[in-house]
C-alpha cells in the first residue's frame, strides 16, 4: 500500500513537471484516445495502474491455471502453430488439388470452406441455391463429393477443419463414411467441424431450424463425437463471425464465451459428463487490427473460460479449463482500396494472434474482398505465418507480453466488460433465449453503425477508405469461378439419386424421420442415410419437416 | 415537393448472411428521411420482387457478398418488368468486381456501391436518383 501511494505521488509529480512542459510545447493529437472498439486508451500505464492484479491470481504460468499465459508450458518453443489456410471452391476435385497444394508447401492442417447452398442444407440442383453453388466454396451434395474432396489425402495424419453450422451432423457423417470408405477407422480421423449454431443465429445467418431444435442436433453430435470419434472437435465456439458482423472485441470475446456456456450446458442435458467432453471443445476468434486490444482479448478469453469450467461447472479435468483456439485474420478490415496494404494488415493481426498465443492461425490473402484469393495471394498470406515464425523471434519465448503493464490492464478491462455481457445474458436466461430475444444481434447492429459513423466523421481511420485516398482502378487479378462447375455438380447430383438404391435411400429418410419425431439420438440415422446416397437436401428436409424451418425476425 | 416519402426496400438475396452493410445502409437510409422496408436475409428474386410491388416501393436497394449477384440481379430486373415495375430504381452493393458493375449496369442497376462506399455518398445518390414513382407516371 505504501509502494502504491509513492508511484502515485510520482506519478503526479511528473504529470506536473516533465509532462506539462512536454505539453506545453507539443499538445498530443486528440483529447481522448481510444482503441478499435472504444475502450479508453491511457497515456501510460505503470504498476498503479494494475488495480486487483495479483501476480498468482491474475497471472499465473504457462501451462497452468488460470492459464492467461498460456495452456502450454512451452508455448511454440515446442512447435510452432497450426498453419491452417482455410480454402475450398468450385468443384470436390478444384478443392481437392487445392489442399494437395497448400500440403505440399508446408501446411499441416486442412480447412474446409463449403458453399452457401451446402451451408444452409439445399442440394446444388434446389431453385435457392442458383447462381451459388461453388462460389464461397465447395459443393457437397453426398457422400461421393466428399470421397473426391478427400481424395489421397492422409487422413490419419492431417486434421481436416470443416466450417459447417446447421448440417454439420451430415457432413460429420459424410467424413466418417467417406474416411471408412477410403480405409481409416473412426479412431483414425482427427478434425474439427464448427457446429456453432448460436452464433449463426448471432451473426452468421446460416440456418436451417429454429434454435432449440438446432441445439438437440448438436447434442446428439457431441454425444456422438464423445462416444465414436476420440480425435474429433465436435465444436468450435466462434466469436470469428461475431465480430466480422460488426461486434466490438468484448461484444466478440463474451458473446463466444456465452454461447460456450450453452454448449456447456447442453451437453450436460444430454446425459454427458463435463469432463468427458469438455477438453475437446475448442474456440475460434477473430484477429483485428488494434494490436493491443486482440492481445488482451486471447488472454481474458483463457481466463475467463478457465474460470468459468472450474468454478461454474465444476470441471475437474485441467483440460477441460482450457481454451484453446483457432484464429483468422479479419476478412472485413481488408480493404478493396490499395490492396496491397491488406499484405501489412494481416501481418499485423497475425502477430497478435501469436503473441496472444492461439493454437491454429489463418492469414487472409490481400485480394479477398473481391472473390476468393488466388493461388499467389495465397502464398503470400502463408508465408507471413512463416516469417513470424522463424525469422521474427516472438515464438522462442512463452506470452513475451505478459506483465506489461498496459497489456496486463487490458486483460483485466477485456474480462470484466466480458463478465458484464455475461451476467446480462445468464439473466436472460441463458443465450438461446437471448438469441430468441435478438439480444446480441441488436447488440451488433448498434456497435456496427456507431463504427460506421465514426469512419464517416473520420474518427477513426482506414487507410486508403476515409484517409489517404487515391484515385485507382482494380488491378490485381482475381480468382473466378467457372459457371459450368454448377451446371456439372447439378448433373452430379442427379445421377447419385438415379443410381443408387432407392428403396435402402428412402427407408433410410423414414428411419430418420421417426428417430427426430421421438427425439431419440438422430446421428446414427443421419449416417445410414449418407451410406445409403441420400442427399444432403433430402435430409435436412426431414429435419425441416420436424423442426421446422427459421425465420429470423428482421432487425435494423 | 413531393409529399409522399419515398419509399426503399433494402434486401438481401441469395443465401449469405453478410447482413452488416444491408443493415447499415437500411438504417442510414432512414436516418435520412426515406421509409425504409428492409426484407431480412435469403430472399429470392420473386420474394423480392413480389415485395416491391406489393409495398409500392420507389426503389429496391440490394447487398450481396456471395458473388451470386450477376444471375440474381438480373433476374430481380427480370421480373421487376414482368411484374409492371420497370421504373422501380434498383441500385446494389457487395463485393462486385469492376467487369460485372458495367455488365449489371447495362442489364438495367442503376448503380452499384463497392466496398468503401461511405454512406454519405450511397445517401446523396439515392436523394438525387430516386424519385417517387407516381410523380413520373402523371
Same mark, same amino acid.
Given at each position: 500500500?505504501?509502494?502504491?501511494?509513492?508511484?502515485?505521488?510520482?506519478?503526479?509529480?511528473?504529470?506536473?513537471?516533465?509532462?506539462?512542459?512536454?505539453?506545453?510545447?507539443?499538445?498530443?493529437?486528440?483529447?481522448?484516445?481510444?482503441?478499435?472498439?472504444?475502450?479508453?486508451?491511457?497515456?501510460?500505464?505503470?504498476?498503479?495502474?494494475?488495480?486487483?492484479?495479483?501476480?498468482?491470481?491474475?497471472?499465473?504460468?504457462?501451462?497452468?491455471?488460470?492459464?492467461?499465459?498460456?495452456?502450454?508450458?512451452?508455448?511454440?518453443?515446442?512447435? #510452432?502453430?497450426? @498453419?491452417?489456410?482455410?480454402?475450398?471452391?468450385?468443384?470436390?476435385?478444384?478443392?481437392?488439388?487445392?489442399?494437395?497444394?497448400?500440403?505440399?508447401?508446408?501446411?499441416?492442417?486442412?480447412?474446409?470452406?463449403?458453399?452457401?447452398?451446402?451451408?444452409?442444407?439445399?442440394?446444388?440442383?434446389?431453385?435457392?441455391?442458383?447462381?451459388?453453388?461453388?462460389?464461397?466454396?465447395?459443393?457437397?451434395?453426398?457422400?461421393?463429393?466428399?470421397?473426391?474432396?478427400?481424395?489421397?489425402? #492422409?487422413?490419419?495424419?492431417?486434421?481436416?477443419?470443416? =466450417?459447417?453450422?446447421?448440417?454439420?451432423?451430415?457432413?460429420?457423417?459424410?467424413?466418417?463414411?467417406?474416411?471408412?470408405?477410403?480405409? *481409416?477407422?473412426?479412431?483414425?480421423?482427427?478434425?474439427?467441424?464448427?457446429?456453432?449454431?448460436?452464433?449463426?443465429?448471432?451473426?452468421?445467418?446460416?440456418?436451417?431450424?429454429?434454435?432449440?431444435?438446432?441445439?438437440?442436433?448438436?447434442?446428439? @453430435?457431441?454425444?456422438?463425437?464423445?462416444?465414436?470419434?476420440?480425435?474429433?472437435? $465436435?465444436?468450435?465456439?466462434?466469436?470469428?463471425?461475431?465480430?466480422?458482423?460488426?461486434?466490438?472485441?468484448?461484444?466478440?470475446?463474451?458473446?463466444?464465451?456465452?454461447?460456450?456456456?450453452?454448449?456447456?450446458?447442453?451437453?450436460?442435458?444430454?446425459?454427458?459428463?463435463?469432463?468427458?467432453?469438455?477438453?475437446?471443445?475448442?474456440?475460434?476468434?477473430?484477429?483485428?487490427?488494434?494490436?493491443?486490444?486482440?492481445?488482451?482479448?486471447?488472454?481474458?478469453?483463457?481466463?475467463?473460460?478457465?474460470?468459468?469450467?472450474?468454478?461454474?461447472?465444476?470441471?475437474?479435468?485441467?483440460?477441460?479449463?482450457?481454451?484453446?483456439?483457432?484464429?483468422?485474420?479479419?476478412?472485413?478490415?481488408?480493404? /478493396?482500396?490499395? #490492396?496491397?496494404?491488406?499484405?501489412?494488415?494481416?501481418?499485423?493481426?497475425?502477430?497478435?494472434?501469436?503473441?496472444?498465443?492461439?493454437?491454429?492461425?489463418?492469414?487472409?490473402?490481400?485480394?479477398?474482398?473481391?472473390?476468393? #484469393?488466388?493461388?499467389?495471394?495465397?502464398?503470400?498470406?502463408?508465408? =507471413?505465418?512463416?516469417?513470424?515464425?522463424?525469422?521474427?523471434?516472438?515464438?522462442?519465448?512463452?506470452?513475451?507480453?505478459?506483465?506489461?503493464? *498496459?497489456?496486463?490492464?487490458?486483460?483485466? =478491462? @477485456?474480462?470484466?466488460?466480458?463478465?458484464?455481457?455475461?451476467?446480462?445474458?445468464?439473466?436472460?436466461?441463458?443465450?438461446?433465449?437471448?438469441?430468441?430475444?435478438?439480444?446480441?444481434?441488436?447488440?451488433?447492429?448498434? /456497435?456496427?453503425?456507431?463504427?460506421?459513423?465514426?469512419?464517416?466523421?473520420?474518427?477513426?481511420?482506414?487507410?486508403?477508405?476515409?484517409?489517404?485516398?487515391?484515385?485507382?482502378?482494380?488491378?490485381?487479378?482475381?480468382?473466378?469461378?467457372?459457371?459450368?462447375?454448377?451446371?456439372?455438380?447439378?448433373?452430379?447430383?442427379?445421377?447419385?439419386?438415379?443410381?443408387?438404391?432407392?428403396?435402402?435411400?428412402?427407408?433410410?429418410?423414414?428411419?430418420?424421420?421417426?428417430?427426430?419425431?421421438?427425439?431419440?439420438?438422430? @446421428?446414427?440415422?443421419?449416417?445410414?442415410? $449418407?451410406?445409403?446416397?441420400?442427399?444432403?437436401?433430402?435430409?435436412?428436409?426431414?429435419?425441416?419437416?420436424?423442426?421446422?424451418?427459421?425465420?429470423?425476425?428482421?432487425?435494423? | 415537393?413531393?409529399?409522399?416519402?419515398?419509399?426503399?426496400?433494402?434486401?438481401?438475396?441469395?443465401?449469405?448472411?453478410?447482413?452488416?452493410?444491408?443493415?447499415?445502409?437500411?438504417?442510414?437510409?432512414?436516418?435520412?428521411?426515406?421509409?425504409?422496408?428492409?426484407?431480412?436475409?435469403?430472399? =429470392?428474386?420473386?420474394?423480392?420482387?413480389?415485395?416491391?410491388?406489393?409495398?409500392?416501393?420507389?426503389?429496391?436497394?440490394?447487398?450481396?457478398?456471395?458473388?451470386?449477384?450477376?444471375?440474381?440481379?438480373?433476374?430481380?430486373?427480370?421480373?421487376?418488368?414482368?411484374?409492371?415495375?420497370?421504373?422501380?430504381?434498383?441500385?446494389?452493393?457487395?463485393?462486385?468486381?469492376?467487369?460485372?458493375?458495367?455488365?449489371?449496369?447495362?442489364?438495367?442497376?442503376?448503380?452499384?456501391?463497392?466496398?468503401?462506399?461511405?454512406?454519405?455518398?450511397?445517401?446523396?445518390?439515392?436523394?438525387?436518383?430516386?424519385?417517387?414513382?407516381?410523380?413520373?407516371?402523371?
Amino acid at each position: 500500500m505504501e509502494k502504491l501511494w509513492q508511484l502515485r505521488q510520482e506519478r503526479q509529480r511528473w504529470e506536473a513537471t516533465t509532462l506539462k512542459e512536454a505539453l506545453a510545447r507539443q499538445p498530443e493529437r486528440a483529447d481522448q484516445f481510444s482503441t478499435l472498439s472504444d475502450l479508453p486508451v491511457n497515456r501510460i500505464y505503470g504498476p498503479e495502474d494494475l488495480r486487483g492484479f495479483d501476480l498468482e491470481r491474475s497471472l499465473g504460468r504457462p501451462g497452468e491455471y488460470p492459464f492467461t499465459r498460456g495452456i502450454h508450458p512451452t508455448r511454440y518453443r515446442g512447435r #510452432p502453430w497450426t @498453419m491452417r489456410q482455410f480454402a475450398g471452391f468450385g468443384s470436390a476435385q478444384d478443392s481437392n488439388r487445392r489442399f494437395h497444394y497448400l500440403l505440399e508447401h508446408g501446411q499441416t492442417g486442412l480447412s474446409v470452406a463449403f458453399d452457401m447452398p451446402t451451408l444452409m442444407g439445399y442440394d446444388s440442383d434446389h431453385p435457392r441455391a442458383l447462381g451459388e453453388v461453388g462460389r464461397e466454396g465447395v459443393a457437397i451434395d453426398s457422400v461421393q463429393d466428399m470421397e473426391i474432396l478427400l481424395r489421397d489425402l #492422409p487422413l490419419d495424419r492431417v486434421t481436416t477443419s470443416m =466450417t459447417i453450422n446447421a448440417p454439420a451432423n451430415i457432413l460429420l457423417a459424410m467424413y466418417v463414411g467417406a474416411a471408412e470408405n477410403m480405409g *481409416f477407422t473412426r479412431a483414425q480421423i482427427g478434425g474439427t467441424t464448427q457446429t456453432d449454431m448460436l452464433k449463426e443465429f448471432i451473426a452468421q445467418k446460416e440456418w436451417i431450424v429454429p434454435p432449440r431444435p438446432s441445439m438437440k442436433m448438436i447434442q446428439d @453430435m457431441l454425444v456422438f463425437g464423445t462416444r465414436e470419434l476420440p480425435r474429433w472437435n $465436435v465444436i468450435s465456439i466462434s466469436g470469428y463471425h461475431i465480430r466480422e458482423a460488426g461486434a466490438t472485441a468484448v461484444q466478440e470475446l463474451a458473446f463466444t464465451l456465452a454461447d460456450g456456456i450453452a454448449y456447456v450446458q447442453a451437453g450436460i442435458e444430454a446425459g454427458l459428463e463435463v469432463d468427458e467432453f469438455a477438453p475437446r471443445l475448442s474456440f475460434f476468434f477473430d484477429c483485428h487490427n488494434d494490436f493491443f486490444e486482440e492481445i488482451a482479448k486471447f488472454r481474458a478469453a483463457r481466463r475467463l473460460w478457465a474460470r468459468i469450467m472450474r468454478d461454474r461447472f465444476k470441471a475437474k479435468n485441467p483440460r477441460s479449463w482450457w481454451l484453446r483456439f483457432h484464429t483468422q485474420t479479419a476478412g472485413v478490415s481488408l480493404t /478493396a482500396q490499395q #490492396p496491397l496494404n491488406n499484405i501489412v494488415r494481416v501481418a499485423i493481426q497475425a502477430l497478435a494472434g501469436v503473441l496472444g498465443g492461439t493454437q491454429s492461425l489463418h492469414t487472409n490473402s490481400m485480394d479477398e474482398t473481391y472473390a476468393l #484469393p488466388t493461388e499467389d495471394a495465397v502464398m503470400v498470406a502463408l508465408r =507471413t505465418q512463416q516469417i513470424i515464425a522463424h525469422e521474427s523471434g516472438v515464438a522462442d519465448t512463452v506470452d513475451p507480453l505478459g506483465g506489461a503493464y *498496459f497489456v496486463e490492464s487490458m486483460t483485466t =478491462t @477485456m474480462e470484466e466488460r466480458a463478465e458484464a455481457y455475461i451476467q446480462k445474458i445468464d439473466d436472460l436466461g441463458g443465450m438461446v433465449r437471448a438469441v430468441e430475444l435478438g439480444y446480441p444481434q441488436r447488440e451488433i447492429a448498434e /456497435a456496427s453503425y456507431h463504427y460506421q459513423q465514426q469512419l464517416e466523421r473520420k474518427e477513426k481511420i482506414i487507410v486508403g477508405v476515409n484517409d489517404f485516398v487515391v484515385p485507382e482502378e482494380q488491378s490485381i487479378p482475381i480468382l473466378r469461378i467457372d459457371p459450368e462447375v454448377e451446371r456439372r455438380q447439378i448433373e452430379r447430383v442427379r445421377r447419385v439419386r438415379a443410381a443408387r438404391d432407392e428403396v435402402r435411400a428412402r427407408r433410410a429418410l423414414d428411419e430418420l424421420k421417426r428417430a427426430a419425431d421421438s427425439g431419440e439420438n438422430t @446421428m446414427d440415422k443421419v449416417l445410414e442415410c $449418407v451410406k445409403a446416397g441420400s442427399t444432403m437436401g433430402e435430409i435436412c428436409d426431414v429435419f425441416r419437416a420436424v423442426y421446422g424451418e427459421y425465420r429470423e425476425p428482421a432487425i435494423i | 415537393m413531393a409529399t409522399s416519402k419515398i419509399r426503399i426496400i433494402v434486401a438481401k438475396p441469395g443465401l449469405d448472411g453478410h447482413d452488416r452493410g444491408a443493415k447499415v445502409v437500411a438504417r442510414a437510409l432512414r436516418d435520412a428521411g426515406f421509409e425504409v422496408i428492409y426484407t431480412g436475409l435469403h430472399q =429470392t428474386p420473386e420474394m423480392i420482387a413480389t415485395a416491391a410491388i406489393q409495398e409500392d416501393a420507389d426503389a429496391i436497394g440490394l447487398s450481396i457478398l456471395s458473388g451470386a449477384h450477376m444471375m440474381l440481379f438480373r433476374r430481380i430486373i427480370e421480373l421487376l418488368r414482368e411484374k409492371g415495375g420497370d421504373d422501380i430504381v434498383v441500385f446494389g452493393g457487395g463485393i462486385i468486381p469492376e467487369d460485372d458493375v458495367s455488365a449489371l449496369k447495362a442489364a438495367g442497376v442503376s448503380e452499384i456501391f463497392t466496398p468503401g462506399a461511405s454512406l454519405e455518398t450511397i445517401v446523396r445518390w439515392v436523394k438525387e436518383h430516386v424519385k417517387p414513382r407516381g410523380v413520373k407516371a402523371q
